[in-house]
């Protein structure tokens, strides 16, 4: 049971970047899936959830109007388009299963995370 986040870089702020979360080693249509961030010396925070079949989607405020969370079950990936990136989007980002299938942004309640990708946006 795997999953790959991918699609971090750097970028200059007001640029975009799409990251990708790839699940291999279970059914992701069983799962809801989440991307959360965290920056250094900070706690995760959550970002962004999307249910099984990707007909619900949820936001921090932080975020919302500016990233969009979408799902390929066909490819077992997850996507957060990320836009308008600020400084402040600067964290390592983090892709997370659940099988609850209701937005929570408490990180104890997924079952798989990812590796992280390093997003850094330049001022």
């Known amino acids: 049971v795997q999953l790959q986040a991918c699609g971090g870089g750097l970028v200059q702020s007001g640029g975009s970047l799409r990251l990708s979360c790839v699940a291999s080693?279970?059914?992701?249509?069983?799962?809801?899936v989440a991307w959360f961030r965290q920056a250094p010396g900070q706690e995760r925070d959550f970002v962004a959830h999307?249910?099984?079949?990707?007909?619900?989607?949820y936001y921090a405020d932080s975020v919302k109007g500016r990233f969009t969370i979408s799902r390929d079950n066909a490819k077992k990936t997850v996507y957060l388009q990320m836009s308008s990136l600020k400084p402040e989007d600067t964290a390592v980002y983090y892709c997370?299963?659940?099988?609850?299938?209701?937005?929570?942004?408490?990180?104890?309640?997924?079952?798989?995370w990812g590796q992280g990708t390093l997003v850094t946006v330049s001022s």
């Open positions: 997370a299963a659940s099988k609850i299938n209701v937005a929570t942004t408490t990180p104890r309640r997924y079952d798989y």
């Open positions: 080693g279970f059914t992701l249509d069983d799962y809801a």
């Open positions: 999307i249910s099984w079949g990707g007909s619900s989607t």
